[in-house]
C-alpha cells in the first residue's frame, strides 16, 4: 500500500520556470485550500494543460505527505488537504519517467496548420476560469 489511501503515485505539473523553486520551498496554493494531484503523469499535464496551454511544465512526484494530511477525490485526479506540500515531499519526475506532453489542439480538435500561428497571449497571469497560481513562501513573506 502507498503513502496515501487510493495507492499509487501521485503527479503535480508545475510551471517549468517555477519548478527548481517549488523544489526548494515546497507548493504552496494561494487561492485554494488544497493541493491538486494526479494518479498518473497523464492526467497531470492534461490538468494542467488545461490552465496554461503554453506554458512548459515539469512533473514533480509526491513521496510522501505530512502528518495528518488526507487526499479526497476530485474529477480525474484528487485534492491534498492543505495549502502547503513541504519541499521534502516532493521530487522531479526524471527525463526517463516523464511522458511527452500532449499536443496543443485549437478548439477544433485538429492540430494546428503550417503558417498559421497560435494566438499571442499575455502570460503574465492566468486566463479564463482557471486561476491557478502558485505562491512561494519567500515570494509571500517579500
Known amino acids: 500500500m502507498s503513502f496515501w489511501e487510493g495507492g499509487g503515485s501521485l503527479v503535480i505539473a508545475v510551471p517549468q ?17 488544497r493541493v491538486p494531484a ?5 492526467s497531470a499535464l492534461r490538468a494542467y494543460r488545461r ?13 510522501s505527505l505530512p502528518a495528518g494530511v488526507g487526499s479526497v477525490p476530485h ?9 502547503h506540500l513541504p519541499a521534502y515531499c516532493l521530487a522531479r519526475v526524471s527525463l526517463d519517467q516523464a511522458v511527452a506532453a500532449p499536443p496543443i489542439f485549437p478548439a477544433s480538435g485538429q492540430p494546428h496548420s503550417e503558417g498559421l500561428q497560435a494566438p499571442a497571449l499575455n502570460l503574465s497571469r492566468p486566463h479564463g476560469p482557471c486561476l491557478m497560481r502558485l505562491s512561494l ?6
Open 17 to 33: 520556470d517555477l519548478a527548481q523553486q517549488v523544489l526548494a520551498d515546497g507548493y504552496h496554493c494561494s487561492r485554494r485550500r
Open 38 to 42: 494526479s494518479r498518473n503523469q497523464e
Open 51 to 63: 490552465c496554461q496551454p503554453y506554458r512548459p511544465a515539469v512533473l514533480l512526484e509526491v513521496l
Open 75 to 83: 474529477k480525474d485526479g484528487i485534492k491534498l488537504s492543505t495549502s
Open 137 to 142: 513562501g519567500s515570494a509571500q513573506q517579500a
